[in-house]
């Protein structure tokens, strides 16, 4: 059973544009949603992560909205660039564990 | 920021080969370990969480006499692929966190190969 489900698997921004990932939860007991973002051959960076008490979190033009009562997070990559492009994972905490969506790989086209 | 070094970053052995792939926390004491398995174009799958000083708990599917963990002080912890056949190759991926309620660091991987 997927804990995390990510949307879309796969995404195309012209360079400038606005880049969308959404994620859904099941578990109220998650208390904290981190983003991955991840090269080819390399592990998953920390992005940038948030708590449940807090609906929005924002650094440079990375930013995360959350809607606890929709079980619902999402990143907002502004002003997407090329050297955005690689894959995205979104992630959630329980009980010391981490359960991870299947990833969104963005493209940014120049 | 919290810095996690995997080594090596690509093996290519043999069949029946045992593979050691070393997790390192470079500038924090690591109280529990992550090892994932990553298939081409997919998401992260958790293999086993390992914390300093006891056995590695490995998830469903796992054979824990096949995929030895041992995480022996705070900074360091071990993954043996034992007896490695072509279906074990793969992107292992280590991480690790200072505790309870701290973010998960990731290495850069182990590119696993086995002929």
């Known amino acids: 059973q997927q804990q995390v489900k990510q949307s879309p698997q796969s995404l195309i921004v012209q360079k400038g544009g606005i880049s969308i990932i959404n994620c859904a939860y099941e578990?109220?007991?998650?208390?904290?949603f981190p983003w991955y973002q991840q090269f080819p051959g390399k592990g998953p960076a920390l992005l940038i992560a948030i708590r449940p008490d807090v609906s929005e979190k924002k650094e440079g033009r990375f930013t995360i909205s959350f809607n606890k009562s929709a079980k619902q997070f999402s990143l907002h990559i502004m002003d997407s660039q090329p050297g955005d492009s690689a894959t995205y994972f979104c992630?959630?905490?329980?009980?010391?564990?981490?359960?991870f969506g299947t990833g969104t790989s963005l493209t940014v086209i120049p | 920021g919290a810095v996690v070094s995997q080594h090596p970053s690509r093996v290519i052995c043999k069949s029946g080969t045992s593979v050691k792939i070393e997790c390192r926390s470079l500038?924090?004491?690591?109280?529990?370990m992550f090892w994932y398995r990553q298939f081409p174009k997919q998401s992260l799958m958790l293999m086993a969480t390992?914390?300093?000083?006891?056995?590695?708990?490995?998830e469903q599917g796992v054979e824990k006499d096949k995929f030895l963990i041992n995480h022996a002080s705070l900074t360091l912890s071990t993954l043996t692929v034992t007896s490695a056949h072509p279906e074990d190759s793969s992107f292992y991926i280590c991480?690790?966190?200072?505790?309870?309620?701290?973010?998960?660091?990731f290495g850069d991987g182990t590119r696993l190969s086995i002929l």
């Open positions: 500038d924090f004491q690591a109280t529990t």
């Open positions: 992630a959630a905490r329980g009980s010391n564990q981490f359960y």
């Open positions: 991480s690790a966190t200072a505790g309870s309620g701290q973010p998960q660091h």
């Open positions: 578990n109220t007991a998650f208390d904290y």
């Open positions: 390992s914390n300093e000083g006891s056995k590695a708990t490995y």
